[in-house]
């Protein structure tokens, strides 16, 4: 199943043309530039915002179609602000039973017990909001989303207001829902590291439009794409833990196209993980390297290249059938001829294990 969503908006000088088609399964992040029109697409797709013309579709229900339009708290969502907008005056308990008050129990797919469990809030019932930290304000936010048995989670920047810590403190809930509930989430983020640690499929919006839409790993990789572009591009790789090296302290990670090396993290043998391989980290050589430091070494073919600027190319690998990233000199192009077709050797100086 799918979200099939078109909206037009026009608003002073603001224009929103956004017409997409994601699966109804996982995280979609809605990644752009600020003044994009991200938090506008969610808020039309809440139903906050009611322009002629628009259409949306969840799954088999229609929500928005020419003179159909299903207001906001008749459509089984839930919504994460940036800000918690808690009940001040309530404590957290109180807060999430207003959430779960709005559903018939006969359609309650997540229990309360759930949501308390998932986000880690048993110990806040009793407190106050004010008595809470940032991050926890957000944890008992996104708890009372749940609450209310969405058929679409819906969050817009939930983790601007935190500080670093705060974030890296309230990320693995985030990631707990998508492993254990089958809620579809829309993610709105100008985040590079939220998007490459949550996403599944990416809607990338550009000046008020939609410039592309897909599976996260080929989004970042597409050379027709801005995301390849910049001085963060990068590539994620699926992969699976295969094996720990007590005498080294290194983990190995299989993906189709070989073997990674990383530092030590203890995660259970088959556990699916995520790696983030930026294109700067990356280097290329027509021979295997044997009396080298690096340890992450791929035979790969050169899928499609383009010059930056003067002096850099960006070129697209194909490690197996795993896309990937490199960005060399353009004298090293040369001189490596390198081309489509061309089979080569990436060389990972860093890799990242993200979950």
Not at 72 to 81: C, D, I, N, S
């Amino acid at each position: 199943m799918t979200i099939d969503a078109r909206f037009h908006i026009a608003r002073g000088d603001f224009k929103l043309a956004a017409e997409f088609s994601v699966p109804a399964a996982g995280v979609t992040a809605v990644f752009g530039p600020s003044g994009c029109g991200k938090t506008t697409l969610l808020r039309a797709i809440a139903g906050l915002e009611q322009h002629a013309g628009g259409y949306l579709k969840v799954g088999e229900m229609v929500w928005q179609e020419d003179a159909r339009f299903i207001p906001p708290h008749q459509r089984p969502l839930g919504y994460v602000f940036q800000e918690a907008s808690l009940f001040e005056h309530l404590n957290v308990w109180r807060n999430l039973e207003y959430g779960i008050k709005r559903v018939p129990e006969a359609e309650r797919r997540v229990s309360l017990d759930r949501a308390i469990e998932l986000l880690g809030i048993g110990p806040l019932l009793q407190r106050k909001p004010e008595t809470l930290s940032g991050g926890e304000r957000q944890r008992v936010a996104i708890a009372r989303a749940l609450a209310v048995s969405p058929r679409l989670l819906l969050m817009d920047e939930p983790l601007a207001a935190l500080d670093e810590n705060r974030k890296q403190e309230i990320l693995p809930y985030i990631e707990s829902l998508h492993e254990e509930l089958d809620i579809p989430v829309i993610y709105v983020s100008h985040s590079a590291d939220e998007v490459a640690r949550l996403a599944d499929h990416l809607v990338l919006l550009e000046a008020g439009s939609v410039a592309a839409t897909g599976a996260i790993s080929d989004m970042l990789t597409r050379l027709d794409l801005s995301l390849a572009h910049g001085s963060d591009a990068e590539a994620l790789i699926e992969a699976t833990v295969a094996a720990h090296d007590d005498e080294y302290d290194l983990t190995y990670v299989e993906f189709s196209g070989g073997r990674f090396t990383v530092p030590r993290k203890d995660l259970p043998l088959g556990n699916a993980v995520r790696l983030r391989v930026a294109a700067r980290d990356v280097s290329l050589t027509l021979e295997h390297q044997t009396n080298t430091s690096i340890l992450n070494i791929f035979p790969a073919i050169v899928d499609a290249l383009t010059d930056e600027q003067a002096a850099q190319v960006t070129v697209r690998l194909l490690v197996g059938d795993v896309p990937m990233l490199a960005r060399v000199t353009r004298k090293s192009a040369t001189l490596l001829e390198l081309r489509p077709g061309r089979k080569v050797y990436a060389q990972a100086k860093s890799v990242a294990l993200l979950s």
